[in-house]
């Protein structure tokens, strides 16, 4: 399959079964909101490292999601939660969990996609209501989190970081139980990892994934903070 270069001043994509066996789409134009939110309309996400000269874009088949009642919480997170010694928060530091992703070592990886350019643009979806944070705190100090998209019932997940341990699963697992009160399809994990497989996660073909998709495409938010409880198990 060809991989297609995008044009500067074209907004839109081309169909994602058009990716390549990697998943690869396409590479090229820029990160600016309008463009980002069409590719998640369209089920496809930019994932690339601060060394590459063009932004990549990609629509892996299968698609690694989680379904918010499969969410799998261990006898021993449970116990964390109980403990309470984290404070989860929705959408109070949208740039500090953004940057804690850019700077929070990853094992096996080197370098980050996360740039000012990255945080300056999802900054700018975040205030249209769009992008929506996960903070998680311990002695008042963020410790952890994720971030991602919602359109319609899905959440499209970005990244996520823990400083300390646990802090991540309890960040991911309270938006997972809250995104089940709501009725929400599917997050979006992107890729296999084996640490959201753990919790539950699962592969699926690109095509049952799109049919979750907003059909015609929304362009309505959703106030995730406005609807957030505390979860506790």
């Known amino acids: 399959m060809p991989i297609y270069r995008l044009d500067d001043d074209w907004l839109g994509f081309p169909p994602p ?6 998943g690869l789409l396409a590479v090229g134009g820029d990160l600016r909101p309008e463009r980002l939110l069409n590719a998640y309309k369209a089920g496809i996400f930019p994932w690339f490292s601060e060394e590459d000269d063009l932004p990549l874009w990609w629509s892996p088949n299968p698609r690694f999601v989680l379904f918010p009642p499969k969410i799998k919480i261990s006898a021993s997170m449970k116990q964390v939660f109980r403990n309470q010694p984290f404070e989860v928060t929705v959408n109070r530091d949208f740039v500090g969990v953004l940057q804690g992703c850019r700077d929070t070592p990853r094992k096996g990886q080197t370098g980050t996609w996360v740039t000012d350019e990255v ?28 971030y991602g998209m919602i359109l319609g019932k899905c959440f499209f997940g970005e990244s996520m970081f823990a400083k300390v341990s646990n802090a991540s699963k309890v960040g991911f697992i309270t938006l997972a139980k809250n995104l089940e009160r709501l009725n929400f399809d599917l997050i979006d994990c992107q890729v296999h990892s084996e640490h959201l497989e753990s919790l539950g996660a699962e592969m699926i073909t690109r095509k049952k994934f799109l049919s979750y998709l907003p059909s015609p495409p929304t362009e309505q938010v959703f ?7 505390k979860f506790r198990p």
Request: charge should be negative; proline fraction near 0%.
């Open 119 to 146: 945080i300056t643009n999802y900054n700018t979806l975040f205030q249209q209501g769009y992008m929506h944070s996960i903070e998680v705190w311990q002695q008042q100090q963020l410790v952890g989190g994720l």
């Open 223 to 229: 106030d995730l903070a406005a609807n957030f409880e």
């Open 17 to 22: 079964e058009r990716a390549d066996e990697s």
